[in-house]
């Protein structure tokens, strides 16, 4: 599922949340078969918490690091909802892109959700280890000011050229070799492929597979509290209201009404004035009480007829 808020991540309220194990390296072959090599790391992901919501991204709409695709533009926002939102805003939202896995036998209970604090990870930034200056690509999740989270997995290709400098520094890593886009292969449909022994992490991984990054605990399902319903209602044919006629058909389904005020007095119509049967008003108000007291008994005539 994914999830557009405006300056904001979100995460599940009655379940675990874990991200997803980032910043591996993998081998050349993974771009082959990289739906066997997700859904392998998923599947052992949700076998040590398997009752966790997993989060894959968690990313500013505008921008990317790298970008398969163009990021989110105002159009694409727009069409996506915002522009239903009071000052058509065409910036500053979060995508955060979650993912559950359940069977029809153990569906549990229904997603809540909450805000949750940024999160950053899987970008290519090295930190520090040791007093010794050694250091290493970040892993995993950790909190910060911005959120910058995305699964990412890499297929380094160390240069094999000439090296005529000097000194040459090592681990100062580019763009694809040559400057070409591998283009996009995403791993579609991964929930219906194989499952077995046959595929194991160590046939992708280049060293160590650091672990998931446990986010926080799910607490108790929320109990929604539904205000109740008043009672219908039953005003037969109709109700006079301030000099007009208010008509309720009970046959209607989810044709309730709450009670209206208390009727205000109708002046009294004169006696008609000729043999009009009628036709003339009377004064202060007497033409809309006429009115509405012919509707109403037209109404109910009509009922007693049927």
């Given at each position: 599922m994914?999830i557009?808020?405006?300056?904001?991540?979100?995460?599940?309220?009655?379940?675990?949340?874990?991200?997803?194990?980032?910043?591996?390296?993998?081998s050349?072959?993974t771009?082959?078969?990289?739906g066997?090599?997700?859904?392998?790391?998923f599947?052992?992901?949700?076998?040590?918490?398997?009752?966790?919501?997993?989060?894959?991204?968690?990313?500013?709409s505008?921008?990317?690091?790298?970008?398969?695709?163009?990021?989110?533009?105002?159009?694409?926002?727009?069409?996506?909802?915002?522009?239903?939102?009071?000052?058509?805003?065409?910036?500053?939202?979060?995508?955060?892109?979650?993912?559950?896995r359940?069977?029809?036998?153990?569906?549990?209970?229904?997603?809540?959700?909450?805000?949750?604090?940024?999160?950053?990870?899987?970008?290519?930034?090295?930190?520090?280890?040791?007093?010794?200056?050694?250091?290493?690509?970040?892993?995993?999740a950790?909190?910060?000011?911005?959120?910058n989270?995305?699964?990412?997995?890499?297929?380094?290709?160390?240069?094999?050229?000439?090296?005529?400098?000097?000194?040459?520094?090592?681990?100062?890593?580019?763009?694809?070799?040559?400057?070409?886009?591998?283009?996009?292969?995403?791993?579609?449909?991964?929930?219906?492929?194989?499952?077995g022994?046959?595929?194991?992490?160590?046939?992708?991984?280049?060293?160590?597979?650091?672990?998931?990054?446990?986010?926080?605990?799910?607490?108790?399902?929320?109990?929604?509290?539904?205000?109740?319903?008043?009672?219908?209602?039953?005003?037969?044919?109709?109700?006079?209201?301030?000099?007009?006629?208010?008509?309720?058909?009970?046959?209607?389904?989810?044709?309730?009404?709450?009670?209206?005020?208390?009727?205000?007095?109708?002046?009294?119509?004169?006696?008609?004035?000729s043999?009009?049967?009628?036709?003339?008003?009377?004064?202060?108000?007497?033409?809309?009480?006429?009115?509405?007291?012919?509707?109403?008994?037209?109404?109910?005539?009509?009922?007693?007829?049927?």
């Amino acid at each position: 599922m994914t999830i557009l808020a405006r300056g904001q991540r979100y995460e599940v309220a009655n379940y675990d949340n874990v991200a997803i194990p980032t910043n591996i390296d993998v081998s050349n072959a993974t771009r082959r078969e990289f739906g066997a090599f997700y859904t392998t790391l998923f599947d052992q992901t949700m076998a040590k918490h398997p009752h966790a919501v997993v989060t894959e991204y968690s990313w500013s709409s505008n921008t990317c690091d790298p970008c398969p695709t163009p990021p989110l533009g105002a159009r694409d926002l727009q069409t996506l909802g915002a522009d239903a939102l009071p000052d058509h805003p065409s910036s500053g939202f979060v995508i955060t892109r979650l993912h559950a896995r359940y069977s029809k036998d153990a569906l549990g209970d229904d997603l809540f959700f909450r805000a949750a604090p940024p999160i950053v990870g899987g970008r290519e930034f090295m930190q520090n280890t040791n007093a010794a200056g050694g250091t290493r690509l970040e892993q995993g999740a950790r909190s910060d000011a911005q959120n910058n989270f995305q699964a990412r997995y890499v297929i380094r290709h160390p240069w094999t050229g000439p090296i005529a400098c000097g000194s040459p520094q090592r681990g100062m890593w580019g763009g694809p070799p040559s400057g070409d886009e591998p283009g996009i292969h995403p791993a579609a449909h991964i929930g219906f492929l194989p499952r077995g022994a046959a595929v194991t992490l160590g046939s992708f991984v280049r060293g160590a597979l650091p672990p998931e990054t446990f986010l926080s605990g799910g607490g108790a399902t929320p109990v929604l509290s539904i205000p109740a319903t008043p009672p219908p209602v039953d005003l037969d044919a109709g109700s006079l209201v301030d000099g007009s006629a208010v008509i309720v058909d009970a046959g209607l389904p989810g044709a309730d009404v709450t009670p209206p005020p208390a009727p205000s007095p109708v002046p009294p119509t004169p006696p008609p004035q000729s043999g009009c049967a009628g036709c003339s008003t009377a004064p202060g108000g007497g033409d809309f009480a006429a009115a509405s007291l012919f509707v109403l008994a037209f109404v109910v005539m009509t009922r007693r007829k049927r």
